[in-house]
Protein backbone atom coordinates (compact mmCIF):
# COMPACT_ATOMS: atom_id res chain seq x y z
CA UNK A 1 0.00 0.00 0.00
CA UNK A 2 1.03 3.00 -0.74
CA UNK A 3 1.84 6.35 1.62
CA UNK A 4 -0.43 9.13 0.47
CA UNK A 5 1.47 11.84 2.56
CA UNK A 6 -1.19 12.33 4.55
CA UNK A 7 -1.71 11.10 8.60
CA UNK A 8 -4.65 9.01 7.99
CA UNK A 9 -5.85 5.58 9.50
CA UNK A 10 -5.04 3.35 6.22
CA UNK A 11 -7.87 1.24 5.03
CA UNK A 12 -7.86 -2.63 6.39
CA UNK A 13 -9.03 -3.78 3.17
CA UNK A 14 -7.77 -3.98 -0.31
CA UNK A 15 -9.45 -2.60 -3.92
CA UNK A 16 -8.12 -2.39 -7.47
CA UNK A 17 -9.19 1.02 -7.77
CA UNK A 18 -7.01 2.75 -9.91
CA UNK A 19 -8.83 5.99 -8.65
CA UNK A 20 -7.64 5.08 -4.98
CA UNK A 21 -4.90 7.00 -3.41
CA UNK A 22 -3.87 4.12 -1.04
CA UNK A 23 -4.09 1.37 -4.04
CA UNK A 24 -4.07 3.43 -7.57
CA UNK A 25 -1.91 6.18 -9.18
CA UNK A 26 -3.91 8.64 -7.65
CA UNK A 27 -2.04 11.40 -6.16
CA UNK A 28 -3.32 13.84 -3.51
CA UNK A 29 -2.73 17.36 -3.06
CA UNK A 30 -4.64 20.98 -2.49
CA UNK A 31 -7.18 20.97 0.30
CA UNK A 32 -8.89 18.77 3.02
CA UNK A 33 -12.12 18.72 4.25
CA UNK A 34 -14.39 17.02 6.43
CA UNK A 35 -18.24 16.47 5.78
CA UNK A 36 -20.72 14.13 5.97
CA UNK A 37 -21.48 11.52 3.26
CA UNK A 38 -25.37 11.74 1.98
CA UNK A 39 -25.80 10.13 -0.58
CA UNK A 40 -24.12 6.99 -2.03
CA UNK A 41 -25.65 6.13 -5.43
CA UNK A 42 -23.81 5.79 -8.17
CA UNK A 43 -20.92 3.69 -8.51
CA UNK A 44 -17.77 4.87 -6.60
CA UNK A 45 -19.07 8.12 -5.71
CA UNK A 46 -20.71 9.87 -3.12
CA UNK A 47 -22.09 13.30 -2.11
CA UNK A 48 -19.98 15.11 0.70
CA UNK A 49 -22.66 18.12 2.67
CA UNK A 50 -20.29 19.96 4.35
CA UNK A 51 -21.99 23.37 7.08
CA UNK A 52 -19.83 25.75 8.11
CA UNK A 53 -20.54 29.48 9.93
CA UNK A 54 -20.33 32.66 7.23
CA UNK A 55 -20.24 36.32 8.71
CA UNK A 56 -22.59 38.59 8.12
CA UNK A 57 -21.16 42.07 8.86
CA UNK A 58 -24.21 43.86 8.52
CA UNK A 59 -26.55 41.68 10.48
CA UNK A 60 -22.97 40.80 13.23
CA UNK A 61 -24.23 37.40 13.35
CA UNK A 62 -23.47 34.04 11.40
CA UNK A 63 -25.32 32.06 8.93
CA UNK A 64 -25.32 28.56 8.88
CA UNK A 65 -24.19 27.50 4.63
CA UNK A 66 -23.85 24.28 3.67
CA UNK A 67 -22.30 23.34 0.59
CA UNK A 68 -22.06 19.68 -1.75
CA UNK A 69 -18.99 18.25 -3.05
CA UNK A 70 -18.87 15.29 -4.88
CA UNK A 71 -16.07 12.78 -4.51
CA UNK A 72 -14.67 9.87 -5.91
CA UNK A 73 -15.34 6.76 -2.89
CA UNK A 74 -12.85 3.98 -3.26
CA UNK A 75 -14.31 0.70 -2.47
CA UNK A 76 -12.20 -0.29 0.48
CA UNK A 77 -13.07 2.58 2.61
CA UNK A 78 -16.13 1.04 3.26
CA UNK A 79 -17.74 4.13 4.05
CA UNK A 80 -21.94 3.67 3.99
CA UNK A 81 -24.24 6.70 3.92
CA UNK A 82 -24.46 8.93 6.94
CA UNK A 83 -21.01 8.41 7.64
CA UNK A 84 -17.97 11.57 8.73
CA UNK A 85 -15.26 11.31 6.14
CA UNK A 86 -12.44 13.20 5.49
CA UNK A 87 -12.09 14.34 1.81
CA UNK A 88 -8.98 15.51 0.13
CA UNK A 89 -8.62 17.56 -3.14
CA UNK A 90 -7.01 15.54 -6.25
CA UNK A 91 -7.12 16.13 -9.98
CA UNK A 92 -10.38 16.16 -11.87
CA UNK A 93 -11.34 12.79 -12.29
CA UNK A 94 -14.63 13.47 -14.29
CA UNK A 95 -16.91 16.93 -15.03
CA UNK A 96 -17.89 17.54 -11.23
CA UNK A 97 -15.26 15.10 -9.39
CA UNK A 98 -12.05 16.02 -7.74
CA UNK A 99 -12.09 15.10 -4.42
CA UNK A 100 -11.55 11.66 -3.23
CA UNK A 101 -12.63 10.30 0.47
CA UNK A 102 -9.66 9.34 2.19
CA UNK A 103 -10.40 8.47 5.36
CA UNK A 104 -14.14 7.51 7.40
CA UNK A 105 -14.18 9.12 10.30
CA UNK A 106 -17.40 7.66 12.07
CA UNK A 107 -20.58 6.26 11.37
ZN1 LIG B 1 -8.17 1.11 -2.15
Given at each position: ?????ID?KP??????DR??????????R????K???V???????A????????Y?????M?E?????????????L?V???D?????????L???????V??K???
Amino acid sequence: MKNIGIDVKPPTKSCDDRFCPFHGSLGIRGKLLKGKAVSIKAKDMAIIEREYLQYIKKYMMYEKRRSRIPAHLPPCLGVNEGDSVMIAECRPLSKTVSFVVIEKLGE
